[in-house]
């Protein structure tokens, strides 16, 4: 049995001092709670810097967990009793001891600070594992998900996307007072990825080249999923509630494009971006530097926050796979080189992180998934080879991807000796912080691949969380059962008109789709109609809005007759129409109107394009064509580098 030392609550408790050591120090600093008085500011040496010295040197009535590094802006989260000292910290190095705020909240006090609330993160983990159930055939599969984990949400009604590239769900609370926007990630990696020779797309250019619209450069398979979101709508709809954004894996860069497009729109329309926030788990990175600096001089960086789990191999392949990406875009010969030979290898992981089934949320056959991981560490030990060989560095390769928005880095050890296992958390806000040191690959395991999947970010976020649950099951807040609905964007159908040319005498005529109703803007680019004689099953998305969609195609008309019934798809639903057709002196929606650059109306006249949402998405309905004159900074968008990249794009999306 041991004895209990008493505590005098106005001693600094020091360590004892091994004879003929120099203890280190490190300036700690509170910040003052107002303007006319200054800052305190204390030295101790860093085996004294605990929770316990630092409530009593700054006269606290809290113990606080928080200190930041002023200089590297590092976050460090204290573990363990109030008297153990801070892990890690720096001699010399000047501290801002924070804290103070609820014990619930799970983030720290700063001068700024990661612009969520309590309970944002467990929900936006919820809605990120419910939209990969949109895969299954059983329809009632999400309502039985939310119903399940009632205790860490407070949904009351859910919308999902059914058609589409993108797979999406909006979770409404009651009274519509927060609203959580969901996007799946892709369950095949080389959906987004494997077209390697696909470069960053300039977000905010337009035809003069002065900025408008989101800045910088980012992945050009995120921004056209993103584009595809008619997200003026979203805040039209939700315009006096919390709009949480949230995603995994390929899905968090979705989301976080979305929520700076949604920003940027409330921006040009005068209006406060404080109800946009966006959560992304276990995220790859999206934008250049442009992009990173724009967030943060509109200090749009607090808003969207990305969660790692530090033993998650995925995001470190997928950053590999932008590096080759980006390599093959720069002057140097010997990238150009090294992007030849490595793509192929790099395409291949892709392809075995699919083969392993670790998206989704369908079970996987354990031995194919054996066989995959077994084969990529040796892989990337290839792709680490070549890099050597070709003498190649990150700082060679041109616009290199980097962190955007805030981080969340979580991490476990555990002693030599096999102890309990310590989890450790800290919020990275400084660009030059959040960066990952390179793994020992030869080490993973199928077990460390499996820490990609949502549900086990759930777990792993629950370690360090201070709260597991949303509702508290008390009487004031009764649960009720989810309520699944598609009435929240109801597409309605006018009319359904088919255009077609005087004089065209030819069975397979160029024709015109012109469709009215209400909530089109959510119409699908990919097999927007069926059931009309369309031989290629080819639309061009030529005219947008809220109520009318006009599409360019080619019909056998001697095939097609009035009356008939066609089905148009929107993101929630499939309504079927009656056909009318015209003819019509000229056709009337010309590609230029859509306020298009000439190398994009040359390309898309050239290249018209299979079926696929991606490939017109981003000419119409995207935030930036709805934000004043800002249409032809979309345009640019789907330029790229003009037509060499258009007929990449197209390629690659009609692969899917």
Known sequence: MGTCASVNAN???????????????????????????????????????????????????????????????????????????????????????????????????????????????QRALICSEAVYLSDLPDTDAIQQFFDHERNLHDFERVSVSRYGSVGYLLAETRDKKEVFVAFKGTTNFKDVMADLNIWQEGAGQSRDSHNSGVGGKYHAGFMRLAFLIPAHRILEEYSNSRIVV??????GAVAHIVALNMMVYLRTKGQPVDNVKSIAFGTPYFGNDGAQQFAEEHNFSPRLLTIVNEKDPVPYILRLAETVQCAGQTVLKKAEDFTAKATPV?????????????????????????????????????????????????????????PLGWYLCISCSTSKAGGRALWRRSVLTHPGSIQYTAPDIRAWKEEDFQRHRVSNYRTTFFEIARKTTYRDDDENTPSSDVIITDSIFPASIKSLIVLT?????????????VIDGENLDFLTRDNPVSDLPVPDEKFVVVYSSRQRVALQCDIRTDRLSKGA???????????????????????????????????????????????KEEAAGPSVGSVLGHVGGAITDTASVVAGAASSTWDTVTGWFSSK
């Open 11 to 121: 001693q600094v408790h020091p360590l004892p001092e091994a004879p003929g050591v120099r203890p280190d120090t490190a300036v700690f600093m509170r910040p003052s709670p107002s303007e006319t008085t200054t800052a305190t500011t204390k030295t101790l040496e860093l085996r004294d810097a605990t929770p316990l010295n630092l409530k009593q040197v700054f006269k606290l009535d809290f113990y606080p967990k928080e200190i930041t590094d002023k200089a590297t802006h590092v976050t460090k989260i204290h573990q363990g009793p109030p008297s153990q000292p801070f892990w890690n910290l720096e001699v010399n190095a000047e501290y801002e001891v924070g804290g103070g705020e609820a014990e619930e909240d799970l983030y720290m006090e700063m001068i700024q600070r990661p612009s969520m609330k309590s309970g944002d993160v």
């Open 246 to 251: 949230c995603g995994h894996s390929q899905g």
């Open 346 to 402: 790099v395409v291949g992981i892709l392809g075995l992180l699919t083969a392993s089934g670790m998206l989704g949320v369908g079970a996987f056959v354990k031995g194919v998934a054996s066989v995959a991981f077994s084969r990529i560490p040796a892989q990337l030990d290839e792709c680490r080879r070549m890099l050597k060989l070709w003498g190649l560095t990150a700082r060679e390769l041109d616009s290199l991807y980097v």
């Open 501 to 513: 040319k005087e004089g065209d005498s030819g069975m397979t005529k160029t024709c015109q789709v």
């Open 565 to 611: 019934a066609a089905v148009v798809r929107t993101h929630f639903q499939e309504v079927t129409a009656s056909v009318d057709i015209e003819e019509v002196p000229e056709l009337p929606y010309k590609v230029e109107e859509e306020g298009l650059i000439p190398e994009v109306v040359k390309a898309i006249q050239e290249k018209a394009t299979p079926a």
